[in-house]
């Protein structure tokens, strides 16, 4: 089990408390695209906001699954996200946006 704290001092920086398992590993100031490293992966911490039918779904699904509901929320992400990448339309859509994004460049 992996738990963070987070607190904000004047100018804004975060306060990160780490723990895992009641075993304090480091407390720090950070910036708020700070990346943890945890068990081998880069975990970036995000802020997800549900209804309360759609958080219930998701407590199910993850209970049934014996799963934590952040595993079940990144499994649907890359399903979607790889879904996206097969899609011939928004593939198209990403090609046009890149290249208006290109053109203000090469002035």
Not at 7 to 33: F, L
Not at 62 to 75: G, K, T, Y
Not at 77 to 92: G, V, Y
């Amino acid at each position: 089990m992996f738990r963070v704290k987070r607190e904000h001092d004047r100018e804004g920086r975060k306060n990160v408390q780490a723990a895992a398992i009641g075993n304090m590993i480091r407390q720090c100031w950070v910036p708020s695209d700070f990346i943890f490293h945890y068990r081998g992966y880069e975990l970036k911490a995000m802020t997800l906001r549900l209804s309360a039918e759609q958080a219930e779904a998701l407590e199910t699904v993850a209970d049934i699954e014996s799963m934590p509901a952040s595993e079940v929320i990144r499994a649907a992400i890359t399903e979607h996200i790889d879904s996206r990448k097969n899609d011939p339309a928004f593939q198209e859509s990403l090609k046009d946006r890149l290249n208006r994004a290109r053109r203000p460049l090469r002035k």
